[in-house]
């Protein structure tokens, strides 16, 4: 009951129904909406499908009627706006950026997915700068936060709690954890991390090559009182202050490299490293180094994940890196079951986060197959969708419709 009461208030500070930012409203990836289609395919439950310009990975937002989506195309950084009605594009801003960044071929510029308030809606794209704008188009602010570089490209999408927008402006050499005011942009706090390099190779002690960076995107949540903006970054789990940057806690034990982001429920957060390293869960709520007090579980090798899990239950679900679903308990970390989803597709390999509406989960792998199953300690799959689509951004949702960006359109499936 506590948890669903957080929730209503998040969502009570957007209009109810919309997709405020990365992973929904509450920022883990559950929404409220329970109406959402099961089956859909290319001529089935498409209410529109609209052409982008190339290739993208961040995921769209809904605010309203209107849906925005970040793009690149060439050295042009841009947001685009379409009415959710028809999916028709309403207008398109961009910044010009010359200098050629880094980043993997599998992920694109402007990966980070934009942030809105119902005034304004906010982007990263890294080194091209953070940009504000109203939600005709016009541009608010801007601010140049100087070089972000890293071998493998950027993908921490902004966050705005309040009065403030936080940004995890990573990785690289200049990694940091910064709030700012969302109507001026004018930094309010900045806490600097130890940084990681650009990525390229370098032996470690035991021969071994070293990447370090995180990926992730902070959430905010109220624990016994107090609201805590945790982060999981190389190596730990932090939780700050979100007026003033203090750091609360910290719990050590994930490996160099995070491309998820923290979940919580039940005072407890679960946090995920990648490239085949650690998961952990905390207590939310404590002081200093909480590793020895309040530390659950640590699991030192897991299997690759990118996409963020959900929790419901007293457990969390997955979509991992080669295309297995997988249940755990919450509090033990122990596995309930292990799923291979199979679809159409040539590869089951699977980037996104999942989605929860009602008891039902939402995800869809780069083989263009989306999938839908029971949030259950019983593994039930209801549906395989295939859009045959090149797919590595997660779904947003918003009364009874669901946005799907492949690598060629922008989808919205309704009943």
């Given amino acids: ?92 801003k961009g910044v010009s950026h010359e200098k050629t960044d880094p980043s993997h071929k599998t992920n694109p510029h402007a990966s980070g997915s934009p942030v809105t308030d119902g005034d304004r809606v906010i982007v990263s794209y890294a080194s091209a700068g953070v940009h504000c704008y109203d939600l005709k188009g016009n541009k608010l602010w801007s601010r140049d936060l100087g070089e972000q570089a890293h071998i493998w490209g950027y993908g921490a999408s902004p966050m705005i709690h309040g009065e403030l927008v936080y940004l995890n402006f990573g990785p690289g050499e200049r ?144 979509l991992n890196d080669r295309g297995i679903a997988q249940c755990f308990e919450l509090k033990t970390g122990k596995e309930i079951w292990a799923e291979r989803m199979r679809g159409e597709g040539k590869t089951s390999q699977n980037w996104s986060s999942l989605v929860l509406s009602g008891d039902k989960l939402y995800a869809a792998n780069q083989g263009g197959d989306a999938f839908v199953f029971r949030a259950s300690p019983k593994f039930e799959l209801l549906a395989t969708n295939s859009m045959k689509e090149k797919t590595i951004g997660s779904m947003a949702v918003s009364n009874g419709e669901i946005f799907i960006r492949t690598h060629k359109n922008l989808w919205c499936i309704a009943k």
């Fill in 175 to 318: 990694s940091f954890l910064m709030a700012m005011d969302k109507r001026t942009g004018k930094t309010v706090w900045q806490v600097d991390d130890q940084g990681g390099g650009f990525g390229n190779k370098v032996p470690g002690k035991s021969g071994r090559e070293i990447w370090i960076g995180s990926w992730s995107t902070p959430i905010v949540r109220t624990v016994n009182g107090r609201e805590e903006l945790i982060l999981t970054w190389p190596k730990r789990v932090v939780a700050f202050d979100p007026k003033n940057g203090e750091q609360l806690w910290q719990c050590k034990g994930l490996n160099q490299l995070v491309y998820t982001s923290p979940i919580y429920a039940d005072g407890i957060v679960v946090a995920m490293g990648g490239y085949s390293g650690s998961a952990l869960a905390v207590k939310a709520g404590g002081k200093g180094d909480v590793t020895e007090t309040h530390r659950l579980w640590q699991k030192p090798k897991t299997p690759q994940r990118i996409g963020s899990a959900v929790i419901y239950k007293g457990h969390y679900y997955i």
């Fill in 1 to 92: 009951m506590f948890r669903l009461i957080v929730c209503l208030v998040i969502v009570a500070s957007v209009h109810a129904g919309d997709w405020p930012g990365w992973r929904g409203p509450t920022g883990d990836g559950i929404s409220l909406d329970k109406n959402l289609p099961v089956e859909w395919g290319s001529n089935k439950n498409v209410k529109w499908k609209v052409a982008l310009p190339a290739p993208g990975n961040s995921t769209p937002i809904v605010q309203g009627n209107k849906v925005f989506v970040t793009q690149a195309v060439g050295e042009e950084r841009m947001l685009m706006c379409f009415d959710r009605r028809n999916g028709k594009l309403l207008w398109k």
